[in-house]
């Protein structure tokens, strides 16, 4: 990094000779400003995350990002220098500066630069470089851990040459290899252009159009690999070891984070795995229930040819260690969520090669808390449950030949299982059993159904000290359910869809009864969350995708927009651009008028 000079007004190291590139994503000025009211917060911020407006900040702002460092830190050499390339608006950086001795952040965009030197200024370990990280000479041997996260897919894009975009990537990595110490560690993270959100109806994260990377972008643009390109690109580069980690939803905002071993699939990963995928550019496409499809893909051993997004730690010698001791690591910090009740959940090999679940509260929060109704309890150590989630054979029930009859065989398995094993032997004063307050959770999506067909709780860390209706426990199932499989569920409006349920167990449950459940659900995510939650009915209703056929002529009329757009965007259209011109013509020909401008 000897080239570079101190630029004192900015406080940063700028190069004389390479110009920055104008790298930009339109929020650059709002964050700024933002860092500049609130200076000096941790990586791990919980105010800057209230400064959230879309998602450029969220992708800034939200301490989730830090969820993809802080799984595997304890692989890290704290002592290490690192060079971070790419910091974009520093998120990651702070993270590195809090847990490293040194701390060389480089960014091709000037003005982001800036700003990840505002947001780490109080790190006198942290400095900031601003270049072309393309042309860059780093120091040799200097760094123990190099980070590329988010940056190689525009390799390719900004050294254009031909049509093999491995190539500047393998050579790029070849240069920067000579930085890393013979022990040190290379952290790359990508999406992967097959994963498994684009082939349900997500769009391409940098084209914003469906299917682009499983087509193998037919325009100029950033480009993501599949496993194997990656693999490759990594040993013609010189590495001698790497570590796949599968990261859902994506290394942006991680949730799940699965170490790839033989010993995973059988595990049954994809519990642990939240669906639907999130589209943060908007709404999104839902083409299959995904749950589904990375079951199927589990099972069929295609699994980590899928992910979503990678992980990948890479040494240039056999000796370095790049595995963690735990298997999957599941963050709970949603950043709506109360910060007292942040956790981890990781599956571990312990004792007697027994499979072990450890939940850790994260960064400030605490193990067990009280509130006006609630206990919060979390378990420290608990054996694992081999079986899959019942939130599978929900899924399942949806697009069999009888939804509701299915359905409905699955939310009476879930009450014969409540009032076989909680039932407190009392009513309340509308005839509705009363069941013990841990059944809070007692819901599609924590409950393991094992070999034997019985019904097993993987989740007790709430507990309502006052005894619940049974029917509230079984609302809390099919209104989750609802809100996540409503691209699935036709037809039907929620307050049909559950009394019509809840029906054939209690027969006088009715839409008064249905109000009941939603208030007390409504008590219950305001002490989640620690603010006033209100759900209103309204907003509740099946999703206006594409795939489903939609009532009313206004949002008829909206999706009939939107249906155009992607149509008059898709690849297929405009490949056949020169066939309609052609076509045109003839009719023009003809004398007849083209049907597609009438």
Known sequence: MKDFVFDNELSIYVHPHKPSV????????????VIKANPGQRAYSLKLANHIKDWPSRYHLSFRRTNLLES????FNKDSAVLELGSGCGTLTRWLGENFSVVDAVEGSKQRAVITKERTKDLNNVNVFNGDILSICYEPSKYGLVTIIGVMEYIPYYSWQD???KKPCIEYLKNLSCSLKDDGILLLAIENKIGAKYFTGCLEDHTGRLFDGLIGYPDRAPVTFSRGELKEILLAAGFKTFQFYHVFPDYKLPETVIRESDEVLPLFPYNWIRTPFE????????????????????TSKLFWEFSNSYLILAGKTEGVNLKT?????????????????????????????????????LCDAKRSLKSAELDFNLIGVDRFIPGELLLIDAFSALVSKNPEDAIFQLIKSVFDSLISNYYTGKKDEEGYHLVDGITVDYVFWNLIKTPDQSLCSIDRKWK????????FVLFRSLYGSYVSMSPFIKEKDFITFITDILNKIYSDYGEERLIKNLQLEESFQSAVHNRVITIELFDIRPSDDLVNMIKTKDMQLVAKDKYIQFLLNSYSWRVTEPLRWLHEKMMAQKGTKNPQKG
């Open 163 to 165: 049509s093999d975009h």
């Open 22 to 33: 104008d790298y930009r994503d339109g929020g650059e000025e709002y964050l700024l400003s």
């Open 464 to 471: 309502f000290r006052e005894q619940l209706p049974a029917d």
């Open 325 to 361: 001791e735990w298997l999957i690591k599941k963050f709970y910090n949603s950043d709506r969520s109360n910060s007292a009740y942040h956790h981890t959940v990781s599956l571990l090999k312990g004792d007697n090669d027994e499979y072990q679940v450890h939940r850790s509260p």
């Open 72 to 75: 595997i830190k304890e692989i």
């Open 279 to 298: 589209e943060y550019s908007g709404e999104r496409l839902n083409l299959m229930p995904e749950l589904l499809f990375l079951k199927n893909l589990a």
